[in-house]
């Protein structure tokens, strides 16, 4: 087949078991959860529901492999993902299947992100080549200084199922080519991914129990690995609240931590943008992907002296999108029921407070869309800064709107949040474009575009609430994955 094919023409396994040591192996306790398509409600697969033995086996597999791997020159690793690379690249049709089936996403979506995914680990590869240290001065005579790069161990990495295989790619690709090997929790909505990832990585060279997958429910397998005593790294991509219990576990034993976590971005349109433009950027940041983006332009703060346009035009244009799986539809459905039913009671909460909802609110029911978890694109006004909806991320293709007189309101209410990850403005002045990027309480700071997207080479991370001061991907990364040891020699002239 040389095409992607749908989520409603995908087949899938019957069962995804656990890949450990470079073998498929069901949950020790012999116990499946359900995996169904967000597209139609069907039961796609039964996965391993592992619990602490199956991590337990995971890390076991990570440690047998980490000294020879470890030992691995970085250039040597680089070559040997690079060939993982070569390996999804071949496989990105059937990669991106996965990912279409898994999420509900259209074709060209999932293959969109699969071949990000794939650039992202050729950038990475490159790294072996670096894996920079420093060389730095020193006041005492006849002394060098310089650092390296040496890997930390076992990393446990966890990710979401919003983006499942750029997930993965943003923390195993960095991860082992620092020299650790990992126990990945797939994403309890896409474990298909995360399996189809490690299984076409070692058909490509990379060598058993360097990459271990297990499945499971978060509050079980993921707990396990956070509180695993020989996991030395823990990084992690979800929710706050989740966030903040991963760092009390491994913070007890002193294991390190990244944590990307939850966003409520700011998208800030002035009274001298180009308003198409704005419009276009807003439409993409709020609710691509249904909207289930940790970087979604989820708050659309507006000059009054252009409001009531901008916001005829965004309901003009929320009203046209298409949603389904094809590649003619915008954006897909949520993730799970439970997803659309966080996002609807939001959404009814917020109504009983005033808000009003200028168009979608509430779940798609007619022929295409009945057995799915689709909801519209939605747009809100009326709503005060610190409603319940301005403060918690829905992670669903909702907009709120908000009327503000000038530069400096703008500002003070895009910083009013306890989040800071991702945040645009929509301007024609350089200068407040300038102070608009100094300003804003975010890890990333976009002028004329979308609050969402990150290159391979680029840090994405945030502030307060977002995270913990850790980035990904971009060179940046090296530091969650790898000790820093500062190496010194001292020469004796007599001896020349």
């Known amino acids: 087949m040389d095409r992607v094919v749908t989520p409603a023409e995908a087949t899938h396994a019957a069962r995804i078991q656990n890949r450990i040591a470079g073998r498929s192996v069901p949950a020790v306790g012999g116990a499946w959860f359900e995996k169904r398509s967000p597209h139609d409600g069907r039961l796609l697969a039964s996965c391993a529901r592992s619990g602490a033995a199956d991590v337990d086996a995971g890390v076991s597999a990570a440690a047998a492999a980490l000294g020879e791997w470890a030992a691995t020159p970085p250039v040597k690793r680089g070559e040997i993902l690079r060939s993982v690379c070569a390996g999804l690249r071949e496989r990105r049709l059937a990669l991106a299947a996965m990912v279409a089936q898994e999420t509900g996403k259209s074709p060209s979506a999932a293959l969109g992100e699969t071949d ?139 294991a390190r931590v990244s944590l990307e976590l939850g966003g409520k971005n700011p998208f800030v349109v002035c009274d001298d943008a180009d308003l198409e433009r704005a419009v276009h950027w807003a439409a993409l940041s709020a609710f691509s992907n249904a909207g289930q983006r940790c970087a979604a332009g989820s708050r659309v703060i507006v000059f009054d002296a252009v409001y009531d346009r901008f916001r005829d035009m965004l309901v003009e244009r929320a009203n046209a999108s298409r949603v389904g799986d094809r590649d003619t539809d915008d954006f897909g459905p949520l993730i799970n029921e439970r997803q659309l039913e966080k996002v609807s009671t939001a959404l009814a909460r917020a109504v009983g407070d005033g808000a009003r909802v200028l168009c979608g609110g509430s779940r798609l029911t007619g022929p295409s869309h009945r057995d799915g978890c689709y909801f519209p694109a939605t747009v809100v ?116």
């Not at 590869?125 to 670096?130: D, I, L, W, Y």
């Not at 990945?184 to 474990?191: F, I, N, Q, T, Y």
């Not at 403005?425 to 300003?439: K, S």
Request: with cysteine; charged share 15%.
């Open 116 to 254: 990000g995914s794939i650039l992202l680990g050729e950038f990475f590869a490159g790294e072996g080549q670096r894996l920079f240290g420093r060389t730095m001065t020193s006041a005492v005579p006849h002394r060098l200084n310089y650092t390296v790069r040496q890997p930390i161990g076992i990393a446990g990495l966890i990710v979401p199922a919003n983006t499942p295989i750029a997930n993965v790619a943003w923390k195993m690709f960095p991860a082992l080519i620092c020299g650790n090997t990992a126990v990945l929790k797939s994403a309890e909505d896409a474990p298909g991914t995360a399996a189809l990832v490690a299984e076409i990585a070692e058909a490509a060279g990379l060598p058993p129990g360097v990459l271990n997958v297990v499945h499971g429910i978060g509050a079980e397998a993921g707990s396990a690995l956070v509180a695993h005593p020989e996991v030395g790294v823990v990084s992690f991509t979800g929710s706050t609240a989740v966030g903040r219990q991963i760092a009390r576990d491994a913070g007890t034993r002193l």
């Open 381 to 496: 006004e009326g709503v005060s800064a610190d409603a319940e909806i301005s403060c918690e991320e829905l992670f669903g293709p909702v907009a709120v709107l908000y009327r503000v007189a000038d530069f400096d309101a703008a500002i003070a209410l895009a910083n009013h949040s306890r989040y800071g990850l991702t945040a645009c403005i929509h301007t024609r002045n350089v200068h407040r474009a300038m102070e608009f990027t100094q300003r804003v309480a975010a890890g990333v700071a976009v002028v004329n575009a979308g609050t969402y997207g990150s290159e391979p080479h680029m840090p994405f991370g945030g502030m307060k609430d977002s995270g913990n001061g850790t980035r990904e991907p971009g060179t940046e990364a090296l530091d969650v994955y790898s000790h820093l040891k500062n190496v010194v020699f001292l020469s004796d002239p007599e001896s020349l």
